[in-house]
């Protein structure tokens, strides 16, 4: 068990874009808990020396690397401290409707009948609202704070991971172990988790993966528009728009938030895009994301 | 299933029906979700007693939660969203004001995805394992993976910095032109003034790039692999056994019905173009409905945003119904 | 010229980066127009790949390593000569998006300069010539039967007004009545046309119905090429003998069927010497090490030790 499972791992890491993708993502960490842990600068630490350029002199002995921003706060720090919240918000999300997500797709279709109907009915209501326009809803509702746009953004794709759950669980119910199971007086739980789940695993891997680069795009949006992060939290969206007012004079503020934060998601888009071709090169992909479709 | 084109397209419009009530009703219990008073809430700093007490009346607020949902439906339905204390209009107004320009961006910025993407996806699939197809992919995901937040910042610094182009607004504001269609591209041209049209296309282009290229990146990859994957269907060998122009087997047979899936899933491009779009309005001023959910985001009008987020449902129920409609007059495999 | 000449054919694919030999050194003739031959042979002898590559048609993938194909003296390759295929599989081979009149006008809109209107009316004697109602026009694909939709192949193939037609198993996913309906069709057309045909098939019952030469294949190599009432009649080949007695027949018991033990090697891993050896039951020692010369009859060839 514990040799193929070392197996599946082995080739996946063999796949050229989860190599890179993986090697931009630890690069990118290790920077970040070395900035957690060794700089110079906390990430609230104003200061007077305002907009100074990348490569600035300080009052340390060590340079402002990517600058300051309109608080003379030193912009590297910041964004490192960004990379371990937004990451760590984007797993919450991802952790918090992954996990109810796939209660609610695994009780639908597994118990199926009303219950299935109505679960379904409600999972269809959430998903004619586009996602970001929901979010900003919902965190409107709740208030202002990175905490409650972890909420609004977990309940917003929770039925993605619901409907995928479902469909693999029902295509896999009717299959001949599992009746064999039943007929073998296992209980339902029994089955479920050692029938069932084994065949979700890989498909739900994958759509968390992409999900997770989804997650920080949302994080840092709502936060950028006003209802997520508030200052001085260091939060890419947060940064940028603090930042847009003074592009003209000072682009470092806005542009190198918003350029670690496009490696990050690229970085979980080529890990996500390797594991899909991993788990079905010859199948028919023809959409190249995970998608609803109806 | 249904059995004609009728009946699936009644039955899809019924569907349509109630996925809008649904939508309705979840709007309507988010605004009742609000912590304390809803009207102080809707109101905001503009929260005197008699205010309170209008807004009270008006929505029905000390009756049961089902009668204040009957109010509130049976207002929307009549086109009232109610008022923005906050901004000073009725809600449906300001959207109305604003609404014209989002679409205005948000076509532009889809046809030119669908230039750039779908020309280079099948280019991409002819070539696939070469050098070309490895480039392609590789951009096609990079451009995918540009959040709308960094690239808007950089366009912007580009255009507006580097080009010294004017990247705010719809227009110059000291050009007068007659309004036709509220479309500021099409109403110049129709008021004959070309620099007008101009200065309007240099303005849009930096928004609708941005909201454009990682919908082009997606499409990329979609056309590509949609290309191949037909390529290799035997019809496709049959029409060379014809011995046909190369032209006709690309376009007739290969593109046909490669390109065929890829138009179900165009309520997941409206989808990614709404979530680019108010980051994008806001970074390029752009007077359009994004901008004005940001602005009542900053200015705590829930009435606004309640009443946007109902607006732009609706439209996104109201696209995919037609393109599900659309699809199927175009298969003819589900229309027998 | 002859309608057919195949000197010497050698065929490999790439698979998994080497080459790999699938048809080997073919001779085949095609004396006088209208005539049929057939192809017979298990999956995996190189009978569909030397039908497409007669048509032209080899993916990418493969290549003719040596030897020729001419069609009435026109090498294959030169692009000249018009051979029509039919495939098996109708479904897949149609275009689920077109009407098969569409799909079947195309050919005289691009090879005949016919205007539209004119290149339908001419789809439709078509529809007509292989049984199917003229109205059937504006139907698609997934509307017909399979029986319907194989004559629209055919109708396909002699729209395109062909030197050669080549048919690959073309009613093998039909049922047994729609496959004698289809088969006479074809017959009739291609005689009463005089179109050279190349029948592809696995099944030496069928053949008797329709063929007037006969080819047998086995592990890329033709075993025997003889005129149908010979091969029945005096079989040469052990692996032809075999064949046929392994169709069943009603005056024999079941028990008594003689069944072909093992399987057809795979390209690339064939034995030394004749490639039959391991199945043959007349197999000595010559056999496995050389490999069997061609001894050519009147009224054909066969490559077998036992006849030199």
Redo the contacts between chains.
């Keep these: 068990m514990v040799s193929s499972r070392l197996k599946v791992l082995e080739e996946v890491l063999r796949i050229k874009r989860v190599r890179y993708g993986i090697f931009i993502l630890l690069s990118l960490a290790i920077l970040s808990i070395f900035v957690i842990l060794f700089s110079p600068f906390e990430y609230d630490r104003i200061s007077p020396r305002v907009h100074l350029p990348p490569l600035a002199g300080s009052d340390t002995s060590w340079p402002h690397i990517l600058g300051t921003d309109n608080l003379g706060r030193d912009v590297f720090t910041r964004t490192f401290y960004a990379f371990a919240l937004d990451l760590g918000c984007a797993l919450a999300v991802v952790i918090l409707s992954g996990s109810i997500g796939l209660a609610i797709g695994i009780a639908s279709s597994y118990l199926g009948g009303v219950i299935d109907a109505v679960l379904m009915r409600i999972m269809d209501i959430v998903i004619s609202i586009p996602g970001f326009m929901l979010a900003i809803a919902i965190a409107a509702v709740l208030g202002s704070s990175i905490f409650n746009a972890i909420i609004a953004i977990a309940i917003v794709t929770i039925p993605v991971y619901a409907r995928l759950v479902r469909s693999v669980v029902l295509s896999v119910k009717e299959s001949l172990f599992v009746l064999a199971a039943k007929e073998a007086g296992l209980s339902d739980l029994y089955i479920v988790v050692k029938h069932v789940l084994p065949h979700v695993i890989p498909t739900f891997i994958t759509q968390a993966s992409m999900e997770l680069s989804n997650a920080i795009i949302y994080i840092a949006a709502l936060s950028f528009v006003g209802l997520g992060a508030q200052e001085p939290v260091p939060e890419w969206g947060l940064m940028i728009s603090s930042a847009r007012r003074y592009v003209r004079e000072a682009w470092w503020t806005a542009v190198f938030p918003g350029l670690v934060m496009f490696l990050t998601v690229l970085s979980f888009n080529l890990i996500g895009d390797g594991l899909r071709d991993y788990l079905d090169p010859k199948k028919r992909t023809v959409i190249g994301v995970q998608v609803e479709t109806s | 299933m249904a059995r004609n084109i009728a009946q699936y397209i009644f039955y899809r419009l019924i569907q349509a029906v109630f996925?809008i009530f649904?939508?309705i009703?979840?709007?309507f219990l988010?605004?009742r979700?609000?912590?304390g008073n809803p009207a102080i809430a809707i109101l905001g700093p503009k929260a005197t007693p008699e205010n309170i007490e209008k807004v009270t009346r008006e929505w029905g607020l000390d009756k049961s939660y089902f009668e204040q949902f009957l109010i509130y439906i049976s207002r929307i339905l009549q086109g009232d969203l109610g008022d923005s204390y906050v901004m000073g209009y009725s809600v449906g107004r300001l959207i109305a004001e604003r609404l014209p320009a989002s679409i205005e961006l948000v076509v532009f910025a889809f046809v030119l995805s669908l230039i750039i993407g779908i020309p280079l996806g099948i280019l991409s699939a002819r070539k696939h394992d070469t050098k070309t197809d490895l480039i392609l992919s590789t951009l096609a995901?990079?451009g995918?993976?540009?959040?709308?937040?960094?690239l808007g910042?950089?366009l912007?610094?580009f255009f507006?910095?580097n080009l010294g182009l004017p990247v705010s607004g719809r227009i110059d504001p000291r050009y007068s032109i007659n309004v036709y269609t509220g479309f500021i591209l099409l109403d110049t041209l129709l008021n004959g003034n070309i620099n007008a049209f101009l200065d309007a296309f240099s303005r849009i282009i930096p928004p609708a790039l941005t909201l454009a290229i990682p919908l082009a990146g997606?499409l990329l990859?979609?056309t590509r692999?949609?290309v191949l994957?037909v390529m290799m269907?035997?019809?496709v060998?049959?029409?060379?056994?014809?011995?046909?122009?190369e032209n006709?087997v690309m376009y007739?047979?290969i593109l046909?019905?490669a390109l065929?899936?890829?138009i179900?899933?165009a309520g997941?491009y409206?989808?990614v173009l709404?979530?680019g779009d108010?980051?994008v309005e806001?970074?390029f001023a752009w007077p359009g409905l994004g901008r004005l959910?940001?602005e009542a985001?900053?200015l705590?009008d829930?009435m606004v945003?309640?009443g946007?987020?109902l607006v732009?449902?609706i439209i996104?129920?109201v696209v995919?119904t037609v393109v599900?409609i659309l699809y199927m007059y175009?298969?003819?495999?589900i229309r027998? | 010229m002859k309608p057919l000449e195949i000197r010497n054919l050698t065929i490999h694919y790439a698979v998994r980066g080497k080459w790999v030999e699938v048809v080997s050194g073919v001779d085949l003739d095609i004396d006088e127009k209208g005539e049929i031959l057939a192809v017979v042979g298990e999956s995996g002898c190189g009978k569909t790949t030397l039908g497409l590559a007669i048509a032209g048609l080899l993916p990418p993938n493969a290549k003719i390593s040596s030897g020729s194909i001419k069609i009435f003296g026109k090498d294959v390759r030169s692009n000249f000569a018009k051979v029509a295929m039919i495939f098996q599989d109708a479904l897949a081979s149609l275009n689920p998006l077109l009407t098969i009149g569409e799909q079947i006008a195309e050919v005289y809109v691009h090879h005949f300069s016919m205007s539209k209107k004119e290149a339908l009316e001419e789809a439709k004697k078509r529809l007509v010539e292989v049984g199917l109602p003229a109205s059937y026009i504006d139907k698609y694909p997934h509307e017909l039967s399979g029986g319907q939709r194989q004559r629209v192949l055919i109708a396909i193939a002699i729209a395109m007004n062909p030197e050669l037609i080549i048919a690959d198993e073309p009613t093998t996913a039909l049922d047994v009545t729609t496959q004698a309906k289809v088969l006479k069709l074809l017959r009739s057309i291609v005689k009463s046309r005089g179109i050279p045909m190349v029948y592809i098939t696995h099944d030496l019952a069928l053949v008797a119905h329709i063929a007037d030469k006969v080819a047998v294949m086995y592990a890329g190599q033709v075993v025997e090429y003889r005129d149908k009432y010979s091969l029945y009649k005096e079989p040469l080949h052990p692996y032809t003998q075999a064949l046929l007695n392994s169709l069943p027949r009603v005056d024999l018991d079941l028990e008594e069927l003689k069944v072909l033990k093992g399987e057809p090697p795979t390209p690339g891993s064939f034995p030394r010497g004749c490639r039959f050896n391991p199945r043959c039951s007349k197999a000595f020692s010559k056999c496995f090490i050389e490999e069997p010369p061609v001894k050519i009859f009147n009224n054909g060839f066969v490559r077998c030790h036992l006849y030199e």
Excluded: C
């Design positions: 996925s649904g939508v009703v979840v709007v988010l605004s979700v609000l912590p995901v990079m995918f993976s540009f959040p709308s937040l960094l910042i950089l912007l610094i507006g910095i997606l990859r979609l692999n949609s994957e269907q035997d019809f060998r049959t029409a060379k056994m014809k011995k046909l122009p006709i007739k047979h046909r019905n065929l899936p890829i179900t899933i997941l409206f989808a709404v979530t108010i980051v806001t970074i959910i940001w985001v900053s705590r829930y945003i309640q946007s987020v732009v449902s996104y129920i995919n599900d175009i298969d003819p495999r027998g």
